[in-house]
């Protein structure tokens, strides 16, 4: 019988759209069937961005408020596989990637269903997919995979281009000097083969081992240094959220959130980075090495 494969995802700038095409083009080559929905919140966030727009986002985003979508079609009742594609968002599941998985629709078709996850990220994701393992189990889907494409680009450097493109719309050379923001052309393009992987143990109806031939594609490539941010920064992130809810002048809360939160990636992280590499990394090889293992698995 024909595999049947649905592809679930969110995207505001397309970036994820582009991935996911790049994903599934192996799939459709040798006629699996291939239904991509990209599903769509009631009041979807506007592209560009403002800053006030941007910052005002965390809170929801971190304390995994879903917000209503709009209906979300599915011609199929069972799946031989779910590719669920997304974003984070400050640590997090991105709004509407949360959201989708909020959906009753979703939440009956992951049920038993084989899960691969493909990220599309700056660079930090490894909280987020903690927390998307955690829902996964839920609701009992089989993550059988999980592919991460990122930024390549230095943190901070990242950081001014992707803000250059969430504030402007554009995905170009700030200033004509920085670096593209976002995922390269070419690591989009290279998502193809890891659909091929993918496809390959589809076929043979057993994703034993999927993972690991990902990792030795480098699907999943993680570096030490973003282990450290997310280890203590989604805890921050929390009691920001809190704090912003539970005051009367959200918004000016989240100004001096957003300054926070300038300092801490341009001046606190650098820092930490800094003293880390001198100090504890040239000790912690082992430590790190399992904790990489970590991320890099399913569990
Ligand atoms: C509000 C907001 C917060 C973001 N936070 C993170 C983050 O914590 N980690 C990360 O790697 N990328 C982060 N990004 C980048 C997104 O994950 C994503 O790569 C980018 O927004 C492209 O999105 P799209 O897939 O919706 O087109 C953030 C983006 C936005 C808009």
Redesign the pocket.
């Known amino acids: 019988m024909g595999k049947k494969v649905l592809v679930l995802y969110?995207?505001?700038?397309?970036?994820?759209t582009e991935i996911v095409n790049s994903f599934v083009a192996p799939f459709s080559k040798v006629g699996v069937s291939v239904e991509i929905v990209r599903a769509k919140p009631k009041n979807d966030f506007a592209f560009p961005?403002t800053s006030e727009r941007?910052f005002d986002?965390?809170p929801e985003?971190v304390l995994a408020i879903p917000s209503p979508m709009e209906k979300i079609e599915l011609k199929e009742t069972k799946y031989d596989l779910v590719v669920f594609a997304y974003?984070?968002?400050?640590?997090s599941l991105?709004i509407p990637a949360n959201s989708i998985l909020a959906t009753d629709e979703v939440r009956l078709i992951l049920e038993g269903t084989p899960v691969v996850t493909l990220i599309?990220?700056?660079?930090?994701?490894l909280s987020?997919q903690e927390k998307l393992k955690k829902i996964l189990k839920e609701l009992g889907a089989n993550l059988v995979g999980n592919i991460a494409l990122?930024d390549r680009s230095q943190n901070s450097i990242s950081a001014i281009t992707?803000l250059h493109w969430?504030m402007s719309g554009k995905k170009d050379k700030y200033l004509g000097v920085f670096p593209k923001p976002?995922i390269s052309d070419e690591d989009i393009s290279n998502a193809k083969v890891f659909g091929k992987t993918v496809l390959k143990f589809l076929q043979k109806e057993n994703f034993d081992g999927l993972q690991q031939q990902l990792v030795n594609q480098n699907a999943v490539d993680i570096k030490a240094d973003y282990m450290i941010i997310e280890k203590l920064a989604p805890r921050l992130f929390l009691i920001w959220a809190n704090l912003v809810t539970k005051r009367k002048n959200r918004a000016a809360w989240l100004v001096v959130y957003k300054y926070y939160l300038l300092f801490a990636l341009f001046i606190v992280a650098p820092i930490v980075l800094t003293v880390n590499a001198i100090l504890f990394r040239p000790f912690s090889g082992k430590n790190i090495a399992e904790k990489k293992l970590y991320y890099q698995g399913l569990k």
Not at 120 to 125: D, K, T, V, Y
């Open positions: 969110y995207t505001q700038t397309g970036q994820l961005w941007f986002a965390m985003t974003q984070p968002w400050y640590l991105s599309g990220a700056r660079n930090m994701w987020s990122v992707i969430m976002g």
